[in-house]
């Protein structure tokens, strides 16, 4: 029987991202992204060489996909728009054949019941503006906030929920510091912290025009948010934790809830000869924009310790449990396991109590201010046995965690919905197709969809509104 009520309209649902599922990379007009690029110039990133062609082939099978979502009972999906497939080569040119394909993929959202949560860059960035300096260039924030504004008139009577960016964080850290993304640029810190500012740029100027196009509805942001605590109780450990929560999550996180950047922080880049020109005029742009909502991205937490005595980066690729995570900042922290922690097969910790901290942590810091769960989720290797995937340990995953978001709520956090990642299993940045995240099954060979045990959990749970 169900334990814990959720409030009326809470919003349960799944998240992809367009590059991850839609394939069809090369069709109707869409051009390259610096995925397509990076997946071909370094096939030794990424597990087994894959790339995001084809994916799910839901650009083709969105009628399919669509018809499953309304089978799961989900009342809202999160998903993204690909740039390259509206503008390719992020120019001033809509490609008509994939703004239409929007447009079906919407409507038939919609009919089903479902609520649309539109993401407009998760991760894919036309090819030519990469060659251009990427978010490096001052010049792609104005071209994102163009190719936004036209996303706001186009489907802005039917989308509602619009975030701007997904995981810029991410896209820094990856791309300048461990080079496991594009641009590819390992160690690159003053690049990272001009990539850093381009992007904040960019989703003032996208928020700016959001109001301005759809007055009444206010655009959001995704962060990929992880509890840092000190790995041991040290006065050393501590400095450390505060250092990488600060560069990780604070810059990023009170630069749009606040409208600047920490000052702790921002001294240490200015010590460093780090910081960029202009983030005055940044942060007066985040000042002049309200923020629609915070979506919340929690996969685990780190600890944090001051022994740092190498640079090193490295993440699990194959689940293997002897391919060990590293993350390390020679004299600033490295990261360690948690010794009394459970973790994952690629040695990611379960830790459900972190969210409800981070839950707090941004309700706390703007009260009010409305949250989504964004992403949140369990990556497995799987096989399917007489049509399904007995996914049990998802589903204890997902469970324990919502218990969080509830208890998040009843201290007084404005969270209006979880989605979990993903609805289907994927193409993953770092580990190709191996790493199966979804409600769904998706057969490699054939594209074909099979519901997993936990799919039909989630359903129960979505309709009683109850775990």
């Known amino acids: 029987m169900p334990e814990l009520s959720f409030p009326k309209g809470f919003i349960w649902g799944s998240a992809t991202s367009a590059l991850q599922i839609e394939g069809a990379t090369a069709e109707d007009g869409r051009g390259p992204s610096v995925w397509d690029e990076f997946c071909r110039a370094h096939p030794e990133k990424i597990y087994g060489g894959a790339t995001p062609e084809p994916a799910c082939g839901h650009y083709a099978r969105w009628r399919e996909d669509v018809s499953l979502i309304r089978e799961l009972g989900h009342n809202g999906y999160r998903l993204s728009i690909s740039w390259p497939r509206l503008f390719p080569g992020g120019g001033a040119r809509l490609n008509e054949p994939g703004a239409a394909f929007y447009d079906r993929l919407f409507d038939a959202l919609l009919a089903a019941g479902v609520e649309p949560n539109v993401t407009l860059y998760h991760w894919d960035l036309p090819q030519e503006l990469g060659e251009k300096g990427g978010w490096e260039n001052p010049d792609t924030a104005l071209r994102f906030a163009d190719y936004a504004r036209a996303c706001f008139r186009r489907y802005g009577d039917r989308v509602k929920l619009w ?65 840092i605590h000190p790995a041991t109780p040290s006065d050393a450990d501590a400095a450390a934790a505060a250092l990488a929560d600060g560069m990780i999550n604070r810059w990023f996180s009170d630069a749009v809830i606040k409208g600047r950047f920490p000052e702790d922080i921002r001294g240490y880049y200015a010590k460093a000869g780090l910081l960029p020109a202009g983030l005055e005029e940044t942060e007066a742009l985040l000042r002049a924009v309200p923020l629609g909502f915070i979506g919340v991205n929690y996969y685990y937490p780190h600890y944090a310790s001051a022994d740092a005595p190498a640079t090193n980066f490295h993440l699990n690729t194959s689940g293997r449990a002897e391919e060990d995570c590293q993350f390390s900042i020679k004299g600033l922290f490295r990261f360690v396991k948690n010794p009394k922690g459970r973790f994952t097969r690629w040695g990611w910790e379960i830790d459900p109590e972190g969210l409800h901290d981070l839950l707090l942590r941004v309700h706390q810091a703007s009260p009010g201010l409305p949250i989504y769960v964004t992403e949140n989720g369990l990556g497995r290797v799987e096989e399917l046995e007489d049509g399904t995937v007995d996914d049990q340990e998802r589903i204890d ?60 959990w989630f359903k129960a749970a979505a309709l009683a509104n109850a775990i």
């Open 163 to 227: 975030a701007t960016l997904n995981e810029p964080a991410w896209t820094v850290l990856n791309g300048y510091v461990t080079g496991l993304h594009p641009p590819c640029r390992p160690r690159d810190y003053a690049g990272a912290l001009r990539a850093a500012q381009g992007l904040l740029r960019g989703h003032a100027l996208a928020a700016a025009a959001c109001g301005q196009e759809r007055p009444g509805t206010k655009a959001g942001i995704v962060l990929n948010m992880s509890r």
């Open 397 to 456: 995953f997902v469970r324990e965690h919502l218990r969080s978001v509830h208890r998040a709520i009843a201290a007084g956090a404005d969270v209006r919905g979880y989605y979990m990642w993903s609805l289907m299993d994927n193409f993953s940045w770092i580990n190709g197709y191996k790493k199966r995240y979804g409600f769904l099954y998706v057969d490699r060979a054939t594209l074909e969809r099979h519901k997993k045990k936990s799919a039909l």
